[in-house]
């Protein structure tokens, strides 16, 4: 099955500072989404990106399909920004997969 | 409701008890995923339904798993004998698509399961 990878596993950021995420995946997907779980556990949509560049406030995201990555860029850290996010996606069937996350904290 | 709902939002039960925890879709979202995140993993993928049919049941552990959503809107996911193992949280997320074809899921807040 496809194999869903997100990269750095934890990142620790100073409030203002800006980071990217990233997600490669091994096949080529037909939906994905980008999810921020708070510390209460609540999955909170982001982005859905299967292919192109979105924005939203702060938050920007690009997947490049052809090349099986997508991009999550978060500018001006904040405090709420912490949590984990998600790279979620689906290859045409039933399935979605989740990849393991990456861990951010924003330091005050 | 405005989201995806689910309840409890918590249930400890002792080993061997039957659970049942129930999940309220976005109305008219046709497509129903359930969900299941071990501590500081992400979600894995139980079963889908599209309204009121079981497309895929791959993901359910064992056969002491077993969901519904006989109108094809309320889900319920039963676990039957619970074991330690199946202390995680269950998610619940709901789709206006098709899982595999247009699939923007919105997720309910989920409901911790701890088996003592």
């Known amino acids: 099955g496809i194999q869903v990878e997100q990269s750095p596993p934890d990142l620790i950021l100073q409030e203002g500072a800006n980071s990217t995420l990233r997600c490669n995946f091994s096949?080529?997907?037909?939906?994905l989404q980008w999810f921020h779980q708070n510390p209460w556990g609540q999955l909170i949509n982001l982005f859905y990106i299967p292919s192109g560049t979105k924005q939203n406030g702060r938050l920007s995201a690009t997947t490049v399909a052809t090349e099986r990555y997508s991009l999550l860029y978060i500018s001006s850290s904040q405090t709420t920004d912490s949590g984990v996010y998600f790279c979620?996606?689906?290859?045409?069937?039933?399935?979605?997969?989740f990849g393991a996350g990456t861990r951010l904290f924003v330091k005050a | 409701g405005a989201g995806v709902s689910q309840s409890p939002r918590y249930k400890v039960a002792k080993r061997g008890q039957d659970v049942a925890l129930r999940c309220d879709p976005i109305?008219?979202?046709?497509?129903l995923f359930w969900y299941q995140q071990a501590l500081g993993q992400g979600p894995e993928f139980l079963t889908y339904f599209q309204n009121e049919a079981q497309l895929d049941k791959s993901g359910l552990p064992s056969d002491r798993f077993f969901a519904e959503r006989p109108e094809g809107s309320v889900s319920t996911l039963k676990i039957q004998r619970t074991q330690q193992e199946d202390s995680a949280v269950y998610l619940c997320?709901?789709?206006?698509?098709?899982?595999?074809?247009?699939?923007?899921?919105?997720f309910g807040p989920g409901t911790r399961l701890t088996v003592l």
């Open positions: 979620a996606v689906d290859t045409g069937g039933f399935k979605t997969i």
């Open positions: 096949d080529s997907v037909n939906n």
């Open positions: 997320a709901s789709s206006t698509g098709l899982a595999g074809v247009y699939n923007e899921q919105f």
């Open positions: 109305s008219g979202h046709v497509s």
